[in-house]
């Protein structure tokens, strides 16, 4: 398969833009190969500007849960379009999506959350999120997980360190100690610790914030017990528990993880699937706790372009497809099974160890056996055979996000037919892959 205008592309880039790239993971860097540079996506396909098609399980990284260029979400963007752009001051739209989240956020039957205010990413939802948990709390310590990503702002860069467990360490130039000496860090689905850093420092931890299932480190589940736990010790303590459903909102469920697993946090981060593809975030709570925020409270937190129309008009189309079209969920589901189903008989027909993860429509390949259930788990993946394994199937008209790290993302747009497809693809690319490795 010929990539030369995209890799002509990607050099132009560069001249322009650091490490051609808007954000780090599109650079392909990871698997060592020129990035894709994209023409356009139509349902379950993507095509680059050599005229490749691909069966695109990236999705834009998640919020593409009806497929590319669905006919009513595009349909909205340019009706909307035609009444203004942006005004900055308030619209009816705004109103009406903070509605549609508050009453699909349900917990035995109550809403979770009361109030939502709404931002432009997801990593302003988490960052605001945690901001008013401290405001509300009046403590400064947060606590966060190994393998969870909850988007790019100083506090959240941390991982931890070596020795003792729950200090940690920035994963990233430019972001000072001082900031991060207040994140502590522990180990994803290890109630153990969990109580443990509790006893030490709950009546210091101002917010726990927790992906529900990670989807940034390919895909594991919390277990019902880790997530309890965690529910019980922020009541005990007074901690605020914080679900960032930037990939779970509206994909686990139209009740988003919350519904999916019956538990309740105290605030919750929204964003890639309630914007349809255009920029956008939120996030929501306790109505104690987010009346902390301003103009309310004392928490500062303001946006220019924050519920912007475009945003909240396709946005909301997608949800009430999402709402009034229930059945979606089940076929993402059984797309889901199927696709971690096949994947592990190819593995094992070929005699390998490799172990396939899957919630709902979130499936991933580690190429490492056992069970994975945390991120040391996922750093025992044979990062150079996915790379191969990346490649081959991306030949074969296969896009899987560049990295072993990442979920494969199904969509309401894929086929039977493309699951059969990319499982027949699955069964030779592993194949090669296992045969030049011998
Ligand atoms: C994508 C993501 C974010 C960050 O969202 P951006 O819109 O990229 O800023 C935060 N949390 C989770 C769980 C995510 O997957």
């Not at 833009?17 to 020129?34: K, Q």
């Not at 993402?332 to 008989?345: C, F, K, T, V």
Request: aromatic residues 8%.
């Amino acid at each position: 398969m010929k990539r030369e205008m995209s890799s002509r592309a990607y050099k132009a880039a560069q001249n322009y833009i650091p490490g051609g790239v808007n954000s780090p993971v599109r650079a392909f860097r990871s698997v060592g190969l020129d990035p894709i540079f994209v023409e356009s996506g139509r349902g379950s396909r993507i095509f680059d500007i050599d005229g490749n098609g691909y069966i695109d399980y990236v999705c834009s990284w998640g919020p593409l849960i009806l497929g590319h260029s669905h006919d009513d979400l595009v349909g909205k963007v340019t009706e909307t379009a035609r009444k203004g752009l942006s005004f900055g001051l308030s619209t009816q739209a705004e109103v009406e999506m903070a509605r549609i989240i508050v009453e699909s956020y349900i917990v035995d039957s109550k809403p979770a959350i009361d109030l939502v205010r709404m931002v432009n990413s997801g990593t302003e939802a988490t960052m605001s999120a945690l901001r008013a948990a401290r405001a509300y709390t009046r403590r400064d310590k947060i606590l966060k997980f190994e393998g969870c990503y909850h988007g790019h702002s100083d506090a959240m860069l941390v991982k931890s360190g070596s020795g003792a467990l729950t200090y940690g360490v920035p994963t990233s130039l430019g972001v000072p100690e001082d900031v991060i000496k207040h994140t502590l860090v522990g180990r994803y689905n290890d109630c153990e610790q969990l109580r443990e850093i509790f006893k030490a420092h709950g009546h210091e931890i101002a917010a726990v914030i927790v992906e529900p299932v990670v989807g940034n480190v390919g895909v594991i589940s919390a277990g019902h017990e880790f997530l309890r736990a965690m529910r019980e010790l922020c009541t005990e303590h007074g901690s605020v528990l914080i679900f960032d459903e930037v990939i779970t909102g509206f994909r686990l469920s139209y009740n988003s993880a919350a519904g999916y697993f019956g538990i309740a946090p105290d605030m919750a981060c929204f964003g890639k699937i309630i914007g349809g593809g255009l920029p956008v975030g939120a996030y929501g709570g306790k109505a104690d706790i987010m009346k902390t925020v301003s103009p309310l409270g004392g928490a500062y937190q303001a946006g220019t372009l924050s519920g912007n129309p475009l945003a909240m008009h396709v946005g909301m189309k997608q949800l009430q497809i999402l709402r009034d079209n229930p059945e979606i969920y089940g076929r993402l589901d059984s797309m889901g099974s199927r696709l971690a189903n096949g994947l592990r008989q190819a593995v094992s027909d070929l005699g390998l160890d490799y172990t396939v993860n899957q919630v709902g429509s979130l499936v991933c390949l580690f190429f490492a056996g056992g069970s994975i259930t945390d991120y040391d788990g996922v750093m025992r993946c044979d990062v150079p055979r996915f790379n191969k394994y990346f490649k081959l199937m991306l030949d074969r008209g296969i896009l899987l996000a560049p990295t072993q790290f990442e979920a494969m993302f199904i969509s309401a747009a894929h086929t039977d037919a493309d699951i059969e497809y990319t499982l027949e693809c699955c069964r030779e690319s592993l194949r090669e892959v296992s045969r030049d490795e011998g």
